[in-house]
């Protein structure tokens, strides 16, 4: 099968290596050269995936069997054409359309099928979210509606912080949409992200839950299996499958939620490999992220999903602005067991930027606790330098 990758960070990357495994045919395309999938890909584009016409081009030009969408900032209203033309669109143009916008999936999840979220409102204008602040109470979160790792995304505490977080959201919003979403805080205990695989002919099957930290909006740590009760599995389970099903079509949904005193909410939901799902590339499983994306899509079937490791993953950043990154460390973590880790590739750097990832694993009966502290300090050796 031919394959067009839309977006082509180190998801992506993951994805190819994948596909490439069983002998696929991926172009990788993005908005730069020498993006980190582009350097195992079978060929690559560079465009504007925001100009409809040059996303017409590429797709005419290659002629895909499937179009896999790996980042928000797409012209996705395209897609609809594209299927009618036969292409499969992965999960579905629907899904496509309705999560690289937090509106969209927001109101399907809260108002079409009653879904348990935090309460919200949009805004256009710095006006709107001064009135939006105050019908959600403070404090308050503050996320474009079109982003990602958070980019954009802010808290308010304080009257002074609504025109800080507005500029910040707009600045950091994806795409050509100039709008944001302000929830309620909600005082949850932790957060976890749930793997849900949704198959054409087969039972949709969960992965064990992924618990994360988070800063500046962006994962730092996460590790499988998460702490949570049979109670709240349970209605995560039930939430990710309603809200997969309404949005149709076949692949890896990774579905976050909050776990809260009063239970289980939802958060937001991306339509394939989720960052914080990066912990499986330790051998937490029998298949990691990457491959059951693949599979789904394919229509290859997943018998089940088994735990096989406790296993976490810590993110390695780069400090400053480089236009050659070069790494230090990397033998250091090497040398330490049960230990591995990624380096993405990226062709440029800035502080903050996710260069690349530790990965540790033990066996089941290991306390997930002293995994996560492993992968941080194994991320901790690894210097990115310009």
């Known amino acids: 099968m031919k394959i067009l990758l839309l977006g082509s960070g180190e998801l992506g990357k993951e994805f190819v290596i994948a596909a490439q495994r069983i002998g696929q045919t991926i172009i990788a395309v993005d908005s730069y050269e020498n993006a980190p999938a582009m350097q195992v890909a079978h060929a690559f584009e560079v465009i504007n995936m925001l100009d409809g016409e040059a996303l017409d081009r590429i797709v005419a030009k290659h002629q895909p069997d499937f179009i896999v969408p790996e980042i928000e900032a797409i012209r996705t209203e395209r897609f ?122 087969n039972p949709t099957l969960f992965c064990a839950p992924i618990g ?57 939901l991306s339509p394939r490999p989720h960052d914080t799902g990066m912990v499986t590339l330790a051998g937490t499983q029998n298949f990691n992220e990457f491959e059951l994306h693949l599979r789904a899509i394919l229509s290859l079937p997943i018998f089940e999903i088994t735990l096989e490791k406790v296993g976490a993953s810590a993110v390695i950043l780069a400090s400053e602005n480089s236009t050659n990154p070069t790494y230090t460390g990397i033998e250091k973590v090497a040398s330490l067991p049960k230990t591995d880790f990624r380096i993405f590739g990226k062709p440029t750097s800035r502080p903050y930027k996710r260069m690349g990832v530790a990965l540790v694993n033990d066996t089941l009966e290991t306390p997930i606790e002293e995994v996560v502290e492993k992968a941080k300090k194994a991320a901790s050796l690894v210097t990115v330098n310009s």
């Not at 496509?96 to 949009?122: P, V």
């Not at 256009?124 to 001064?130: I, S, V």
């Not at 962006?218 to 109670?231: C, M, N, V």
Request: glycine share 8%.
């Open 212 to 268: 994360h930290r988070q800063e500046r909006g962006d994962y730092q740590e996460s590790w499988q299996p998460a702490r949570i009760s049979d109670k709240d599995l349970y209605e995560a389970q039930d939430m990710a499958e309603k809200v997969t099903e309404a949005l149709g079509g076949a692949g890896l949904f990774g579905v976050e939620f909050f776990l809260a005193d009063d239970g289980v909410y939802f958060s937001e």
């Open 80 to 201: 609809y054409d594209y299927e009618k033309q036969g292409i499969t669109v992965v999960p579905s143009a629907k899904a496509a359309n309705f999560t690289m916008n937090r509106k969209a999936i927001r109101d399907l999840a809260s108002k079409e099928l009653g879904l348990k979220t935090a309460n919200y409102r949009y805004a256009t204008t710095a006006e709107e979210l001064q009135k939006g602040v105050e019908a959600v109470g403070m404090p308050c979160v503050v996320k474009p509606l079109m982003s990602s790792s958070g980019k954009g995304q802010s808290t308010i505490k304080t009257e002074s912080d609504i025109e800080k977080a507005w500029n910040y959201a707009v600045e950091g919003s994806r795409g050509d949409v100039v709008e944001v979403i302000v929830e309620a805080f909600v005082k949850f205990n932790s957060e976890i992200t749930l793997l849900t695989v949704v198959q054409n002919n």
